[in-house]
């Protein structure tokens, strides 16, 4: 199965984000936009009759001053070439006819993809009639007027749209790729450490150009790893240099948490941890992510042979009592360990989504549990049965007992450990529910 994608260009003001909302409804948009990095992509997926699809707002990209639209219209059309089974060519009957959608015409005609002109604000009757102006532009199958706005006329467009399609195409093409947030302070190196993943100096358009299909989904392709950057551009679009920007990096690093598998937390080694650091901490943990600590500038530390072993004492006396979570020394300046930051963070993505086997975890607990059952309560005797690891998201595994309310924090504190000693939770939070059985 392949994902079948969908690309809007066209010149700013025409309606393109209006419509991309449109076609995704309410499926989520995903944006990543990662500051000071060379990408900026929003994307959503949608269906139409059965048909999934991935839609790219290729305008969603950072506007550029009024004197670089060539590059822009350039930018967008070669992004809609390489990646895009069907390009949707967006203009305004409000507008009309302008110079720059002449020009979009004349990039977009070196393209043998299908090309749809849509004839959007064609809100009346009479605007709709104004649409036989742009069959000057001599480009696309054919022209649909439409109104984003009301949704009129847009499933016409994608009935035929769908027929381009090769099949019906996959729900989720991000399923399955780590989903990584990169989390921290201001100016704990989150950006560089970012663009040294991505590979700091390519310009966009050859970024662009050689982005690949599949590069949408597997997005970021760093030491032969897939996984997805997120981070959410939304809030900062919206906060006015005048706003509280420190309140809307922590909003949006909220965000990109809530949408996150792991956490990559940085801390700045020459300040140790912070409270801040460890409210973020606590937050991952709280929403059951994957989390990985770096601590970052090494490369600025005076070292002996404590150091590293201070540090981690001094984080893991911090965040207590989360005492799972790796944390590796890296200097995103010197290169040091930033590989191995991914590797540990794509293994704490494995360990959060490994399923045990029922049987295995009985053979495995029970014995720990013989060994050194619940201590009796009121005279009762607790009896734990069997242990099954539930199909949830998060490792969350139900301990099926006679008496479940009378296992206490104590008892489930061993029982955590002694299955964090059985399989690799590394970086992991895990749930454990004392069910009545
Ligand atoms: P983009 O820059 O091409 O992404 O354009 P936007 O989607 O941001 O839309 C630009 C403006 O046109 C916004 O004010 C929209 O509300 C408006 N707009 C979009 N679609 C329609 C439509 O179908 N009819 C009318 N009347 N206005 C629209
Ligand atoms: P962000 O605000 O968290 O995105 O931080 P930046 O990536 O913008 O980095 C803030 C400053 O720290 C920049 O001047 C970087 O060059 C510097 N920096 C980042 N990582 C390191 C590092 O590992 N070592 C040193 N010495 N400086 C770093």
Known sequence: MSTNIIAIVGRPNVGKSTLFNRLIGQRKAIMDNVSGVTRDRSYGHGDWCGKYFTVIDTGGYVHGSDDIFEAEINRQVELAMNEADVILFMVDVDAGLTSLDEEFANVLRRTDKPIYVVANKADTNARMHQMGEFYALGVGIDIFPISSQSGSGTGELLDEVVKHFKDEGVEDPDAGIPKIAVLGRPNVGKSSFVNLLLGQERNIVTDIAGTTRDAIHARYNAFGKEFIIVDTAGLRRKSKVSEDIEFYSVLRSVRALEEADVCIVILDATRGIEAQDVNIIALAEKNRKGIVILVNKWDL??????????????????????????????????????????????????????????????????????????????????????????????????????????????????????????????????RLLFKKK
């Open 301 to 430: 530390v005076e070292k002996d042979t404590h150091t590293t072993k201070k540090f981690e004492d001094e984080i893991y006396s911090r965040i207590a009592p989360i005492s799972y979570v790796p944390i590796i020394f890296t200097s995103v300046v010197t290169k040091q360990r930033i590989h191995k930051a991914i590797e540990v963070a794509m293994d704490v993505y494995e360990n959060k989504t490994r399923k045990i086997p029922t049987s295995k975890l009985n053979d495995l607990l029970l014995p720990d549990i013989e060994r050194y059952p619940p201590p009796a309560i009121k005279g009762k005797f607790i009896k734990i049965k069997y242990i099954t690891q539930l199909p949830t998201h998060n490792p969350t595994f139900a301990f099926f007992c006679n008496l479940p309310q009378y296992v206490k924090e104590p008892y489930m504190r061993y029982l955590e450990n002694r299955m964090r000693e059985h399989f690799d939770f590394t970086g992991v939070p895990i």
